[in-house]
């Protein structure tokens, strides 16, 4: 079995808008025919590929192509959608036995749903997507609704629709054209048309807004979000305060260490590090080195947050707890948490820094020193 995917791409989707087709406007830094077939392109199941082209497109097509690796025939397509198809049919190479027609400014469709429609030939001379209709329907008059519709049995065609070569071919040849879709086309034959499951995400593009939608799907996509872990400790010593999250906070003693001792600090950067799978602070600003000795944690953090920033990550939340008997953290966690919020250059929103006390139990429930925990989340894009 040789699949071959046909990419109906002759129209010229005024409804768009702009100076060119829409299935070669950018849709997030590519034109939207290139996603299109490279969709099918990347596909196992997907022997050849077959772009059906309007006459005067050769040189927008060869310009959106131009960094794919993509292997794609191309034929010029027809005064209808019906003659592009049955070009585009008639180029399949030889030992194709099934195809699917697929349209150019559809450039979402899933991995998943391409397999379902292949498998769906299995038992099946045609297979198509569709979603079945969940909203009420009416019919309309003159700008006012005439009647409720029923909407049983009622679905929303996608594509890429599938069908066994021979017969589709031989459909649209005995078709007499102006048909919607290749479905109609089979119908018309006598050909059995299975429905598989369509997918929200396969849109169309017909308007200048499916452009921010799909855009949105693909930020959904391709999303990488991490989590990182932070914990540190600090003894108390010898002081009259110690710095939390940036904030000098009367004590009677301070915390030691080799640098300010910001505990929380600490353990937010070591957060956003392990995110990065970076390490640690130790790994980045060595404590052997006397350069940090006494040094504000501030430029810690703010390393961690460039480093995440470089690798195209923004920090979507922060959250902090203080871990000691005294001093008292409520009274300052808002300071604190306005404090962090500025360094990391985020919503106060996203930022929590609350406390809590070890019931009087361990090092810190005898008040020997402070320990911190911290989770931190990113997100690219």
């Given at each position: 079995?040789?699949?071959?995917?046909?990419?109906?791409?002759?129209g010229?989707?005024?409804?768009?808008?702009?100076?060119?087709?829409?299935?070669?406007?950018?849709?997030?830094?590519?034109?939207?025919?290139?996603?299109?077939?490279?969709?099918?392109?990347?596909?196992?199941?997907?022997?050849?590929?077959?772009?059906?082209?309007?006459?005067?497109?050769?040189?927008?097509?060869?310009?959106?192509?131009?960094d794919?690796?993509?292997?794609?025939?191309t034929?010029?397509?027809?005064?209808?959608?019906?003659?592009?198809?049955?070009a585009?049919?008639?180029?399949?190479?030889e030992?194709?036995?099934?195809?699917?027609?697929?349209?150019?400014?559809?450039?979402?469709?899933?991995?998943?749903?391409?397999?379902?429609?292949?498998?769906?030939?299995?038992?099946?001379?045609?297979?198509?997507?569709?979603?079945?209709?969940?909203?009420?329907?009416?019919?309309?008059?003159?700008?006012?609704?005439?009647?409720?519709?029923?909407?049983?049995?009622?679905?929303r065609?996608?594509?890429?629709?599938?069908?066994?070569?021979?017969?589709?071919?031989?459909?649209?040849?005995?078709?007499?054209?102006?048909?919607?879709?290749?479905?109609?086309?089979?119908l018309?034959?006598?050909?059995?048309v299975?429905?598989?499951?369509?997918?929200?995400?396969n849109?169309?593009?017909?308007?200048k807004?499916?452009?921010?939608?799909?855009?949105?799907?693909?930020?959904?996509?391709?999303?990488?979000?991490?989590?990182?872990?932070?914990?540190d400790v600090?003894?108390?010593?010898?002081?009259?305060?110690?710095?939390?999250?940036?904030?000098?906070?009367?004590?009677?003693?301070?915390?030691?260490?080799?640098?300010?001792?910001?505990?929380?600090?600490?353990?937010?950067?070591?957060?956003?590090?392990?995110?990065?799978?970076?390490?640690?602070?130790?790994?980045?600003?060595?404590?052997?080195?006397?350069?940090?000795k006494?040094?504000?944690?501030?430029i810690?953090?703010?390393?961690?947050?460039?480093?995440?920033?470089?690798?195209?990550?923004?920090?979507?939340?922060v959250?902090?707890?203080?871990?000691?008997?005294r001093?008292?953290?409520?009274?300052?966690?808002?300071?604190?948490?306005?404090e962090m919020?500025?360094?990391?250059?985020m919503?106060?929103?996203?930022?929590?820094?609350?406390?809590?006390?070890?019931?009087?139990?361990?090092?810190?429930g005898?008040?020997?020193?402070?320990?911190?925990?911290?989770?931190?989340?990113?997100?690219?894009?």
């Amino acid at each position: 079995m040789t699949v071959t995917a046909i990419i109906v791409a002759a129209g010229r989707g005024t409804r768009v808008g702009g100076d060119k087709p829409k299935q070669y406007q950018y849709l997030a830094g590519r034109p939207v025919l290139a996603r299109t077939i490279e969709a099918f392109a990347a596909h196992p199941r997907i022997g050849a590929i077959v772009a059906v082209l309007h006459p005067e497109d050769d040189d927008l097509f060869e310009t959106a192509l131009a960094d794919s690796a993509a292997e794609v025939t191309t034929v010029p397509g027809g005064a209808t959608r019906d003659a592009s198809v049955m070009a585009g049919l008639r180029a399949a190479p030889e030992g194709t036995t099934r195809v699917l027609i697929h349209d150019g400014a559809r450039p979402m469709v899933p991995a998943a749903l391409i397999d379902r429609v292949i498998d769906a030939l299995d038992e099946s001379p045609g297979a198509a997507p569709a979603l079945p209709v969940t909203d009420a329907l009416w019919k309309g008059r003159e700008g006012k609704v005439a009647a409720p519709h029923p909407r049983d049995g009622l679905y929303r065609a996608q594509t890429p629709q599938g069908f066994h070569l021979r017969a589709i071919l031989a459909a649209h040849e005995a078709h007499p054209g102006g048909a919607a879709d290749d479905v109609e086309v089979a119908l018309a034959a006598g050909l059995d048309v299975a429905i598989v499951e369509g997918d929200e995400d396969n849109l169309k593009i017909t308007h200048k807004v499916d452009f921010a939608r799909a855009e949105r799907v693909l930020r959904e996509r391709n999303m990488d979000i991490r989590t990182g872990n932070g914990f540190d400790v600090h003894a108390f010593c010898e002081g009259d305060g110690v710095i939390l999250c940036g904030i000098k906070v009367p004590h009677d003693k301070a915390l030691k260490g080799h640098s300010d001792a910001d505990v929380g600090m600490h353990t937010v950067t070591d957060a956003v590090y392990g995110a990065l799978a970076e390490g640690d602070i130790g790994r980045h600003f060595p404590p052997s080195d006397p350069q940090w000795k006494g040094a504000a944690s501030e430029i810690f953090l703010k390393h961690a947050v460039a480093l995440a920033a470089e690798r195209g990550f923004r920090i979507a939340n922060v959250d902090l707890t203080l871990i000691c008997e005294r001093p008292k953290i409520g009274p300052v966690a808002g300071a604190m948490r306005t404090e962090m919020a500025r360094l990391m250059g985020m919503e106060e929103a996203r930022v929590s820094v609350k406390a809590t006390t070890s019931e009087r139990l361990g090092f810190t429930g005898r008040e020997e020193g402070i320990a911190a925990l911290a989770t931190v989340t990113l997100v690219a894009p």
